[in-house]
């Protein structure tokens, strides 16, 4: 069956760097747009980041404002996983991280989580002194 699998959270201090990776198993994902999630405790899950596939061999990163710049995300097609490098990490970037694998059309498709039909289990991220 299809599964996705998160690793490489952690605690971490402000400022410092962690990167996220996401396996993929089940079936090939090249046509799918993959992205990533997040929720912190008491809040809703908001959108992070995603490589949304656009035909052929066209794919659009796309990125929350709050991440743009200190936040990218990457896919490995052969490999079938994903990953997140984070750097410049503030504490309010901490939550449970969800990679998730869907069809989004279009920009504002891939930062709505109805847009994505598998999901991981979450990784969490810590950022603190």
């Known amino acids: 069956q299809v599964q996705l699998v998160e690793s490489g959270g952690g605690l971490v201090q402000p400022g410092g760097s962690l990167r996220l990776s996401c396996a993929a198993s089940?079936?090939?994902?090249?046509?799918?747009?993959m992205g990533w999630f997040r929720q912190a405790p008491g809040k809703e899950r908001e959108f992070v980041a995603a490589i949304r596939w656009a035909g052929g061999r066209t794919y659009y990163a796309e990125y929350a404002d709050s991440v743009l710049g200190r936040f990218t995300i990457s896919r490995d097609y052969a490999k079938n996983t994903m990953s997140l490098q984070m750097n410049s990490l503030k504490p309010e970037d901490t939550a449970d991280y969800y990679c998730?694998?869907?069809?989004?059309?279009?920009?504002?498709?891939?930062?709505?989580?109805?847009?994505?039909?598998?999901w991981g289990q979450g990784t969490q991220v810590t950022v603190s002194s």
């Open positions: 089940g079936r090939t994902f090249s046509t799918y747009g």
């Open positions: 998730a694998a869907g069809t989004p059309a279009s920009r504002g498709q891939a930062q709505l989580s109805s847009a994505y039909d598998y």
